[in-house]
């Protein structure tokens, strides 16, 4: 009987990862940064394509792959401050999955971050789950170069910088413009960052 129950199970298991199983051998693909990703039929014939993103919609959260290194600091900071987010795994890729709600289109939306070689890039996508779909999509690109460790180190770091800056900003922005015999200074030395105005 437990035999029985052992060899039902397994069999149950193997049809539900069949099922699950997308065939991505029919897929076109499209180059954005330094990878080369697959990309679903029904997200061919993009709207915009070039080195930095893929855009398959003038709606870029209908589905995007981008490329953000150059940017990484501002956009994921920003994605922190205005998402909901969670660490996950995905096609053996460390990733980050923020997920937020418009209210303009009434829809959910997911930005899912990872790392390919040694560049960070993500993909947007309707929806607050991560489909075997866009699971396929992130299996395309390379594996990172990085350590799970690694991989959050640098995102940590990077929304530090972007919250410095952002206060830094912020504070110049508190002091008046108009008296030129005031200007403000940042500082960075062993004790941090200091701000300020002097006269």
């Known amino acids: 009987m437990i035999r029985k129950i052992i060899i039902l199970s397994l069999a149950l ?8 199983a997308v065939d991505s051998s029919n897929w076109s693909t499209a180059t954005v940064g330094y990878e080369e990703f697959k990309i679903p039929p029904k997200y061919e014939n993009p709207y915009e394509s070039d080195f930095d993103m893929y855009e398959f919609d003038e709606d870029i959260d209908e ?4 490329y953000v290194n ?8 920003h994605f922190i401050e205005h998402n909901k987010m969670k660490k996950v795994k995905v096609a053996g890729h460390d990733a ?4 937020s709600y418009d209210r303009h289109d009434e829809k959910n939306n997911s930005k899912l971050w990872f790392s390919a070689g ?3 890039y993500y993909i947007t ?9 866009i699971k396929e999509v992130v299996k395309s690109a390379s594996k990172s170069k990085y350590t799970h460790d690694e991989f959050y180190s640098i995102l940590d770091e990077e929304f530090k910088n972007y919250k410095i800056v952002h206060a830094i900003e912020s504070q ?3 002091y008046p413009t108009s008296d030129k015999s005031h200007h403000s200074f940042v500082s960075f030395g062993s004790n941090g960052v200091n701000f300020g105005v002097m006269s």
């Open 70 to 77: 150059p940017n990484i600091m501002d956009l994921y900071g």
């Open 13 to 20: 298991f193997m049809l539900v990862n069949a099922a699950s």
């Open 96 to 99: 980050v999955h923020f997920t």
């Open 172 to 174: 110049r922005y508190d």
């Open 118 to 120: 040694e560049e960070f």
């Open 125 to 133: 996508f309707r929806g607050s789950k991560i489909t075997p779909t």
């Open 63 to 66: 589905f995007t792959i981008r």
